[in-house]
């Protein structure tokens, strides 16, 4: 006697969760809720990315679609929509400084392959310093048409914000866009107003500088770093 199916013979509960096979979802809500969900819904579950953003019902959570990335709605505004035209011959006397940049930017995004065959790892990015009008945004415009690549354009003041963490959403989220408009040249111009020597301060205000410069070292450099993402920083000295 198979005491299973006798069990089911006399209407006995059974936990259909348990017998049920196929892929499971782990969601967290808005409200900092952990919803385990034994059935997807209506989205194909091959579909689905840890860290993906997706509508649900409000009361059985069974996820409804998937959304699009949210970002914040200042990043989105530094992407330049215009493709650059510029051209190194509009740029003069520069010739050593724009083949610098070839072999930093240029190269490693276009012909990445001949680094890995050497075993060499390309520079994350440039910084690019002069007194004003020399050419240093033209050069980083230059860069981005022959490499047909997303130009964000950032500017140090606008990473100093008053409220703790803010500065650091920006440039991660300038990151994560950078990631998905792959290849991508991020310019961020007065890099000096957040890259500062560390010190210990009281302050505040310190303190946050510090914290988003260290949020843009991270990204530049930490696991989950983009070889396809080059940072160019411009200051005037």
Do not use: W
Request: a negative charge; one cysteine or more.
């Amino acid at each position: 006697m198979n005491p299973e199916e006798e069990a089911e013979e006399d209407g006995a509960n059974i936990d259909l969760d348990s017998q049920r096979k196929g892929k499971c979802v782990v969601l967290k809500t808005s409200t900092r809720q952990t919803i385990f969900l034994p059935v997807v819904g209506l989205v194909d579950p091959d579909k689905l990315k840890p860290g993906d953003l997706v509508g649900v019902n409000k009361d059985s959570y069974l996820i409804l679609d998937t959304l699009p990335s949210e970002y914040d709605s200042r990043v989105k505004a530094m992407e330049v929509d215009e493709k650059p035209t510029e051209d190194y011959n509009d740029i003069g006397g520069l010739e050593k400084q724009i083949q610098e940049l070839v072999e930093a930017i240029v190269l490693p995004m276009t012909h990445s392959e001949r680094f890995q065959k050497l075993g060499i790892r390309p520079p994350k990015g440039v910084l690019l310093y002069g007194p004003p009008g020399t050419g240093k945004t033209l050069m980083a415009r230059a860069c981005a048409a022959q490499t047909n690549a997303t130009f964000l354009k950032l500017a140090g003041p606008q990473l100093v914000q008053m409220f703790i963490g803010d500065g650091a959403k920006l440039v991660r989220d300038a990151f994560q866009l950078a990631k998905e408009k792959s290849p991508c040249i991020i310019f961020i111009d007065e890099i000096d107003a957040i890259g500062t020597k560390r010190f210990d301060s009281e302050v505040s205000g310190d303190r946050e500088v510090q914290r988003t410069m260290l949020e843009l070292l991270n990204q530049l450099d930490g696991f989950s770093s983009d070889e396809r993402i080059k940072v160019s920083g411009n200051f005037v000295r």
